[in-house]
């Protein structure tokens, strides 16, 4: 089955107005591209951004949400927020999200369950520690964590899997081809119980995904594009694995 390749930039906590510049060179930089594009920015950002790449390949969505719709939850946001500023998708279940703010798995599934609602992509993220994977358990956790953050009804329109190992994020440090292309076959195994027409639901590799890597990475067969931290925050390096991609 041909599933066309998601390169997703997540900006994290990075960026301001200012900011919005690699935004446009982006958009000359890609144009109509072979692969999907899309820029997950911080809240403050989106509506701007979104109004940027109205009309062009570049899609724009968030970093996290709340299960909830509305409420007393000061300084969170909502699947419906973010697609009222003109997200179409969401990251759930980021390792930093989940180490910095507590977030579970069944958490995830929630936010995951609320992006839908609010007519918004999940992008559910999973992945081990160094320790795990070193006591040899990462897939068996990977796919726990699959289990517990998949919500029922998840299909290959509304849910990508983002598959993370959380001791490569931002380390510069990557898993062999071979590690790769493992976990995401296991991945693909795995979900098939999960999620209706599993063949078709896109798998993302991030961790330390950077031009020099990128066309190597995603040559593996069950990846189907990247979760591109630090290196999509300058068009120019961000517009290579879009070539990658392609």
Same mark, same amino acid.
């Given at each position: 089955? @041909? *599933? *066309?390749?998601?390169? =997703?930039?997540?900006?994290?906590?990075?960026? @301001?107005?200012a900011s919005l510049d690699e935004l446009h060179e982006l958009i000359s930089s890609v144009g109509s591209s072979g692969c999907d594009v899309m820029l997950c920015l911080p809240a403050t950002l989106i509506?701007?951004?979104?109004?940027?790449?109205?009309?062009? /390949?570049? =899609?724009?969505?968030?970093? @996290?949400?709340?299960?909830?719709?509305?409420?007393?939850?000061?300084?969170?946001? /909502? =699947?419906?927020?973010?697609?009222d500023a003109g997200a179409t998708a969401v990251i759930v279940g980021h390792s930093e999200r *989940?180490?910095?703010?507590?977030?579970?798995?069944a958490t995830v *599934?929630?936010?995951?369950? =609320?992006?839908? /609602?609010?007519?918004?992509t999940a992008i559910i993220c999973v992945g081990e520690t160094e320790a795990e994977r070193d006591a040899g358990r990462a897939l068996a956790v990977v796919t726990e964590q699959l289990m517990r953050s998949i919500p029922e009804g998840a299909t290959a329109a509304n849910t990508v899997i983002a598959y993370e190992p959380v001791w490569a994020i931002g380390t510069g440090r990557?898993?062999?081809? @071979?590690?790769?292309d493992e976990m995401h076959r296991g991945i693909r195994a795995a979900i098939t119980s999960r999620v209706?027409?599993?063949?078709?639901?896109?798998?993302?590799?991030?961790? /330390?995904?950077?031009?020099?890597?990128?066309?190597?990475?995603?040559?593996?067969?069950?990846?189907?594009?990247?979760?591109?931290?630090?290196?999509?925050?300058?068009?120019?390096?961000?517009?290579?694995?879009?070539?990658?991609?392609?």
């Open positions: 089955m @041909t *599933r *066309r390749p998601l390169a =997703a930039g997540n900006w994290k906590m990075n960026g @301001t107005a509506a701007r951004a979104a109004d940027i790449a109205a009309e062009t /390949s570049v =899609a724009i969505g968030g970093q @996290t949400c709340h299960p909830a719709t509305s409420g007393a939850h000061t300084g969170d946001v /909502s =699947a419906e927020m973010l697609a *989940r180490a910095d703010h507590g977030e579970t798995d *599934r929630a936010q995951a369950t =609320a992006a839908w /609602s609010a007519g918004l990557t898993p062999s081809i @071979t590690d790769i209706d027409g599993a063949d078709a639901v896109r798998l993302l590799y991030g961790g /330390s995904m950077k031009p020099s890597n990128a066309a190597e990475i995603m040559a593996v067969e069950d990846v189907d594009g990247g979760l591109v931290g630090g290196a999509s925050l300058k068009a120019a390096d961000f517009a290579q694995i879009v070539a990658a991609a392609s």
